[in-house]
């Protein structure tokens, strides 16, 4: 038997690539057009964005077992987003989002295990069981918000104390185009212009909010440029280089003291809006199909990587063999992990409050409050 064995020697360290232009609405120039990949950048972000692709379709499994119930808004097909924005910020940056989470949470760092005991509220989550699947948090990742819209004034916020700290660090603030016509949004936006924060404002535009289009919904569909007096760039939000380089574009033009921006991420959802939305009734099989076949995110890196000879198809399949089994794991784990005792169901209520009674479903019924660290 003759076996054949491939050494790192022989892929290519590093390559090239064109990417699509973004649109620039008050900006001379733009991001860059070419974007350099390291096999493991490629590497790395292809493991990331795979995992969450696969999380998500457990999660789905999951709530159509009824493990899962409740409100659950699923992120395939976004991967890119997620993905791009955390490998063009910095980790001591700031990010906060609406309720599709899963994918940020795990960008900033919790683990599968965590989010997946938090989807089916088990003792193991990340919010202890208590918030689901919208209310996950972590480090410098400030949820997982289930008002709409809500999110971005408190991303200014967040943007207002990096500046007042003058620590050099951006908040990213996101919000769907559902959202976009918001007018907190716009409030937002005129405080972040006034004190030049250092704030990076994102819709991601799936081109749904809900069940309608977004022609339907906004009379301007150009989300970039609803800042009108702030700079604004339109990125394809299927490609995760794109979304790299025009974050570091726009993480620079904070930190240089220039101000907020807006960016527009054009994506797709393959879900529905969320497990209660089948997803087809506004939309044809075959359009979610097309997008799977000609922009699926994992897809166009993982072709990028293979004809750039920067990692075998053996590989690739090896990373997606185990990924599969830390999917499994969480997911037993998720089940199998006992849900918080009602005793515990007022704890952390303050970051650091003594024992005090909280009121139940009546008056007669008292709780108590307790701050615990997480063991």
């Known amino acids: 038997m003759v076996v054949s064995t491939r050494f790192f020697t022989d892929f ?47 999660a789905d499994q999951l709530y159509k077992q009824k493990i899962i119930r409740g ?27 609406a309720y599709r989470a899963h994918g940020y949470t795990f960008t900033r760092g919790v683990s599968v295990r965590e989010i997946m005991a938090e989807l089916t509220g088990r003792r193991g989550g990340v919010a202890k069981g208590k918030g689901g699947s919208m209310h996950m948090y972590a480090k410098r990742f400030y949820g997982g918000n289930g008002i709409v819209g809500a999110q971005v004034p408190l991303g200014a916020g967040v943007a207002l104390a990096c500046q007042y700290q003058g620590n050099n660090q951006v908040c990213v603030a996101l919000y769907g ?7 907190q949004i716009f409030e937002s936006f005129n405080m972040a212009a006034l004190w030049k924060l250092p704030c990076i404002f994102i819709c991601e535009n799936n081109k749904f909010g809900m069940g309608t289009s977004v022609e339907r919904s906004s009379a301007s569909t150009e989300y970039f440029k609803r800042g009108d007096y702030i700079p ?48 087809v009734s506004y939309r044809s099989r075959e359009e979610i199909q097309e997008v799977r076949s000609k922009s699926d995110p994992i897809t166009m890196l993982k072709e990028r990587m293979l004809s750039n000879n920067m990692a075998s198809v053996e590989e690739i ?34 970051a650091n409050d003594l024992p005090m009674e909280v009121r139940g479903t009546n008056p007669w019924v008292k709780l108590k409050s307790r701050f615990r660290s997480k063991p």
């Open 71 to 97: 409100f659950c808004h699923l992120y395939d097909g976004q991967e890119a987003c997620a993905m791009g924005i955390e490998a063009g910020i910095n980790q001591t940056d700031h990010l906060i989002t």
């Open 177 to 183: 185009d559902g959202a976009a016509n918001q007018g």
């Open 317 to 350: 399949k090896e990373i997606d063999v185990e990924i599969r089994k830390v999917i499994e794991d969480a997911a037993q784990f998720a089940i199998s992990d006992p849900e918080p005792p009602l005793d515990e169901l007022c704890n952390h209520i303050f």
């Open 12 to 58: 290519t360290p590093q390559a090239s690539f064109d990417i699509k232009k973004c649109e620039l609405h008050r900006l001379e120039a733009g991001p860059s057009e070419t974007a350099v990949l390291t096999r493991e950048q490629g590497l790395q972000y292809y493991r990331t964005m795979q995992t969450m692709r696969r999380m998500e379709l457990k």
């Open 232 to 279: 604004g760039i339109k990125v394809d939000g299927m490609d995760v280089l794109c979304v790299r380089e025009a974050i570091k574009f726009a993480a620079d033009h904070c930190r240089a003291g220039k101000g907020p921006i807006v960016m527009e991420l054009e994506t797709y959802r393959y879900h529905g809006h969320s497990m209660s939305d089948p997803g």
